[in-house]
């Protein structure tokens, strides 16, 4: 019999994140044939979801869609999926390396009595084997793991690593056209906690941890004000505004948008670092970045040891350049 894979689909807002597709991407290159691919919708108001995901080609949607749901609270949602995983029992689960997967992966973890493998940015597969290839020591390394054998397994992907897959290939997609619907039931609503509001604090209209250009601002920025030309470079590129955290510390930006070791983990194809010295701690923010553009007045500044393209110069002179020339090539 083959294995059921399943997929928690994310959303943002009223529509689903980026990482739901390469969370799906992530589960064609585990499946076998014979395998079963599913994904578990959590929220309220999830039509649009739900023919989004059914059009991928998914075997099966587990949804629950209610009120309660519609914002993420911790003990509510790792309710349904605990019900969900008791009752249907997957045998690989994948969610995204975000602030929810984060949450929901190990407490679901320790409720299989399962291994979790985190923040895996690759899969090598073979006939009889699957490592999952994933960065430590902030960046510098990576390493392979695999399961010992025993399901299921349970991991996390880093977000902007796996190409977004949009629907699954014909052998793998689902029998019937519109795949097959099944409702969970509404768990009682949490004691403990109980979610009144949600503040998203975004960089402009793009989340930083999928974005596929990010402008950063050190503390060469020198003021709230430095930060203007880097989000006209953003927003011409329709990327995101990040920052180091000698910037959000000194005021010039609101800590949502730090990057580093204890900001967001970003993993753009172009990262642009302006004014920013390179320290480890920023690094391991940002390191994976497929294409790092530096721009520092300091020709010794770190940032230029692990920079693809680095321009010695004034922030405030460069920037403005490089949009100018961007703008005339992309109108
Ligand atoms: C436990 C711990 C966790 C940390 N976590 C993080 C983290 O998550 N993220 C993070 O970023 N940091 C983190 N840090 C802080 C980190 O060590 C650095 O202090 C911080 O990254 C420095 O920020 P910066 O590069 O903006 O500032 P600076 O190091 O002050 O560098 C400013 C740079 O701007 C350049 N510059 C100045 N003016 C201009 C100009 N006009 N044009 C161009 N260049 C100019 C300068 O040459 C300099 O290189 C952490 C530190 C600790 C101890």
């Given at each position: 019999?083959?294995?059921?894979?399943?997929?928690?689909?994310?959303?943002r807002?009223?529509?689903?994140?980026?990482?739901?597709?390469?969370?799906?991407?992530?589960?064609?290159?585990?499946?076998?044939?014979?395998d079963?691919?599913?994904?578990?919708?959590?929220?309220?108001?999830?039509?649009?979801r739900?023919?989004a995901?059914?059009?991928?080609?998914?075997?099966?949607?587990?949804?629950?869609?209610?009120?309660?749901?519609?914002?993420?609270?911790?003990?509510y949602?790792?309710?349904?999926?605990?019900?969900?995983?008791?009752?249907?029992?997957?045998?690989?689960?994948?969610?995204?390396?975000?602030?929810?997967?984060?949450?929901?992966?190990?407490?679901?973890?320790?409720?299989?009595?399962?291994?979790?493998?985190?923040?895996?940015?690759?899969?090598?597969t073979?006939?009889?084997s699957v490592?999952?290839?994933?960065p430590i020591y902030?960046?510098?390394?990576?390493?392979?793991?695999?399961?010992?054998?025993?399901?299921?397994?349970?991991?996390t992907?880093?977000?902007?690593?796996?190409?977004?897959?949009?629907?699954?290939?014909?052998?793998?997609?689902?029998?019937?056209?519109?795949?097959?619907?099944?409702?969970?039931?509404?768990?009682?609503?949490?004691?403990?906690?109980?979610?009144?509001?949600?503040?998203?604090?975004?960089?402009?209209?793009?989340?930083?941890?999928?974005?596929k250009?990010?402008?950063?601002?050190?503390?060469?920025?020198?003021?709230?004000?430095?930060?203007?030309p880097?989000?006209e470079?953003?927003?011409?590129?329709?990327?995101?505004?990040?920052?180091?955290?000698?910037?959000?510390?000194?005021?010039?930006?609101?800590?949502?948008l730090?990057?580093?070791?204890?900001?967001?983990?970003?993993t753009?194809?172009?990262?642009?670092?302006?004014g920013?010295?390179?320290?480890?701690q920023?690094?391991?923010?940002?390191?994976q970045?497929?294409?790092i553009?530096?721009?520092?007045?300091?020709?010794?500044?770190p940032?230029?040891?692990?920079?693809d393209?680095?321009?010695?110069?004034?922030l405030?002179?460069?920037?403005?350049?490089l949009?100018?020339?961007?703008?005339?090539?992309?109108?």
């Amino acid at each position: 019999m083959g294995r059921h894979i399943t997929i928690f689909a994310e959303s943002r807002g009223s529509e689903l994140r980026q990482v739901t597709y390469e969370a799906l991407q992530a589960a064609e290159q585990l499946a076998r044939p014979g395998d079963k691919i599913s994904a578990l919708l959590i929220g309220h108001g999830l039509r649009a979801r739900q023919e989004a995901l059914l059009a991928t080609g998914i075997h099966e949607l587990y949804v629950l869609d209610h009120v309660t749901a519609d914002a993420y609270e911790p003990d509510y949602t790792f309710q349904v999926l605990k019900d969900f995983y008791d009752q249907y029992k997957p045998d690989i689960l994948l969610f995204g390396h975000t602030a929810i997967g984060r949450d929901l992966a190990p407490m679901l973890a320790a409720h299989a009595d399962s291994g979790q493998i985190s923040d895996v940015t690759s899969l090598i597969t073979s006939d009889d084997s699957v490592l999952f290839k994933r960065p430590i020591y902030a960046g510098k390394a990576f390493e392979t793991r695999a399961f010992s054998g025993a399901l299921p397994w349970i991991v996390t992907i880093r977000p902007n690593n796996f190409k977004p897959l949009a629907s699954l290939s014909p052998c793998m997609s689902g029998t019937e056209v519109n795949g097959y619907i099944r409702s969970l039931p509404t768990p009682a609503s949490s004691l403990r906690s109980i979610v009144k509001n949600v503040v998203q604090r975004m960089s402009g209209s793009i989340d930083l941890s999928e974005a596929k250009i990010v402008v950063s601002g050190g503390r060469g920025v020198e003021s709230k004000e430095g930060f203007k030309p880097l989000e006209e470079l953003a927003q011409l590129l329709h990327g995101a505004v990040g920052a180091s955290r000698g910037a959000c510390d000194s005021g010039y930006c609101d800590y949502a948008l730090q990057i580093g070791q204890t900001g967001k983990v970003v993993t753009p194809e172009v990262y642009f670092a302006c004014g920013i010295s390179g320290a480890i701690q920023h690094l391991a923010g940002m390191s994976q970045s497929r294409t790092i553009v530096a721009i520092n007045t300091d020709p010794e500044a770190p940032i230029f040891q692990i920079a693809d393209y680095g321009i010695v110069g004034d922030l405030f002179e460069v920037v403005p350049l490089l949009t100018a020339e961007l703008r005339k090539v992309l109108n």
